[in-house]
């Protein structure tokens, strides 16, 4: 153990590698482009918390709602909780295919800004997704849609 690092304290404890921590500090908020499902998925209404990809596949989004739709929700939470493992907070803002990113992170707008404002802060992570609809033309700046430049 250190004991030339006085600002750190160490604890050593058995049983608690591979496990995540209970904090707020990793919560993340995904919006992204997504497809209403009847009595599952509402545009603009936030899902979660999840802890882990098999909660968020309950909620119908699955790699064959991807697949449906030409979406990668799925995708996304996917690689977030393959990095990240099981037990990371994240939240789910499914967005209508018209919205740009720059409206969704726009905090005059009941978006992204309303999903923080409701969860009081407890997002440490926004993640901004989207697919344009199929035959929309986009214009790109710096390897970026234009939109996000607004």
């Excluded at 990809?53 to 393959?82: C, P, R």
């Excluded at 037990?87 to 999903?115: C, H, S």
């Amino acid at each position: 153990m250190a004991t030339n690092i006085p600002t750190v304290k160490t604890t050593i404890t058995d049983g608690n590698l591979g496990r995540v921590a209970t904090t707020n500090d990793g919560t993340t908020l995904l919006a992204g482009t997504a497809v209403a499902v009847a009595s599952k998925i509402v545009l603009g209404t936030l899902l979660g918390p999840f802890k882990e990809l098999a909660e968020v596949e309950a909620a119908g989004i699955t790699e064959a709602y991807d697949n449906t739709n030409s979406l990668m929700l799925h995708q996304h939470a996917k690689e977030f909780y393959d990095e990240g493992g099981k037990g990371r907070t994240l939240y789910i803002l499914p967005m209508d295919q018209d919205e740009m990113m720059a409206d969704m992170a726009d905090k005059t707008q009941d978006f992204v800004a309303k999903a923080i404002r409701d969860l009081q802060g407890a997002i440490n992570l926004v993640v901004l997704t989207r697919v344009p609809a199929s035959g929309e033309e986009i214009t790109y700046v710096g390897e970026f849609p234009e939109d996000v430049w607004d």
